[in-house]
């Protein structure tokens, strides 16, 4: 028992001095990596969110896309119509997307396999196109977020992409604390036991559903906050944001992380964010093909995806995360 709070008494430790060296490491890049730093951010909040459905509760879900399009609409009406401020945007995206969540865990506690699977997918294809069906919602151009501008106390040279990439670090590194001490508490052991066999957990009076439901419910609202994040680097939301690609492309974060890994979440975000980049550099090296060009990024994917399901199946850290514990 002492042992385990002493590991969470360090914890915080831990991660303020990643953000003081990732904060420090932003003053001395361009703007290009701030951006592509505030891009990982988003990537790592929404591939936690699946670590803790998928890799721990054993849900599976390809509508992570659309419950980030929740999140991301309820900072910028919350801002727009009750006139939050920045980090109550971020409460709005996380309560909406847990709620949301919630009432769609009550479903996904039924279902199990290809037929939540099918599910979400059909959520993720479907949810994001109403908004061209209501006015307040913005339609097709959307609706913009205004993000305050970085306080003078910073320098004239302070920029707007460094001051995505401080806001996105900070929740970031905020959520990635709280989700990692959620699964290391008995509410991760219970999914644990769930996803093992759902039979023998029942028997050992975990309830099965309200499991479930906790699970689906948190999820969704850290993929909430993932969506605000996202509407936040881009300055507006709109259904475009968040096509049925996005949820395909964070369950490839998650299994190039490995899904049961919350630490190779981090390795997962940088991927994703180098693979368009090095799609660019071999297109030009190629002849620079707008064909080549097209097609490069989901090659390269399903390259990485097939290298890490025959090597690495339990993600690249997984030995080592065994190991140490």
């Not at 948190?218 to 049925?244: E, K, R, Y």
């Amino acid at each position: 028992m002492h042992k385990a709070i002493v590991i969470l008494r360090k914890r915080p430790t831990i991660f303020i001095l990643a953000g003081l060296f990732f904060y420090l490491l932003s003053d001395h890049v361009d703007e290009l990596r701030n951006f592509q730093g505030a891009t990982a951010a988003v990537y790592l909040v929404a591939i936690a969110s699946i670590v803790l459905l998928t890799g721990y509760s054993g849900q599976i879900s390809l509508g992570h896309g659309a419950i980030m399009a929740v999140g991301g609409y309820a900072a910028v009406l919350s801002q727009k119509y009750w006139h939050f401020n920045l980090l109550l945007t971020f409460v709005a995206a996380v309560l909406a997307a847990a709620i949301f969540g919630a009432i769609l865990g009550f479903a996904a506690a039924r279902l199990s396999g290809p037929y939540l699977a099918g599910t979400t997918l059909a959520l993720a294809v479907g949810l994001p196109s109403l908004a061209d069906q209501f006015h307040f919602l913005g339609g097709e151009q959307g609706l913009a977020y205004n993000v305050p501008q970085p306080p003078m106390s910073l320098g004239a040279d302070f920029t707007q992409y460094h001051w995505f990439f401080w806001i996105t670090g900070s929740a970031a590194l905020l959520m990635i604390w709280l989700t990692q001490n959620i699964l290391g508490s008995r509410y991760g052991r219970q999914w644990r036991a769930m996803r093992s066999n759902p039979t023998a957990a029942a028997l050992a009076g975990i309830h099965v559903g309200c499991s479930k439901v906790l699970a689906f419910t948190l999820s969704s609202g850290i993929a909430g906050l993932a969506g605000a994040l996202m509407v936040l680097t881009l300055n507006l939301v709109t259904p475009s944001a968040f096509p049925l690609s996005l949820s395909f492309t964070i369950v490839t974060g998650a299994v190039l992380a490995g899904v049961g890994n919350l630490r190779g979440s981090i390795i997962g975000a940088v991927v994703l964010v180098a693979i368009p980049e090095l799609s660019d550099s071999l297109a030009t090296k190629l002849g620079g093909a707008e064909r080549v060009s097209a097609n490069l990024p989901g090659l390269i994917t399903a390259v990485l995806l097939i290298l890490t399901v025959l090597f690495f199946p339990e993600g690249p850290l997984r030995k080592r995360v065994k190991k140490t514990t």
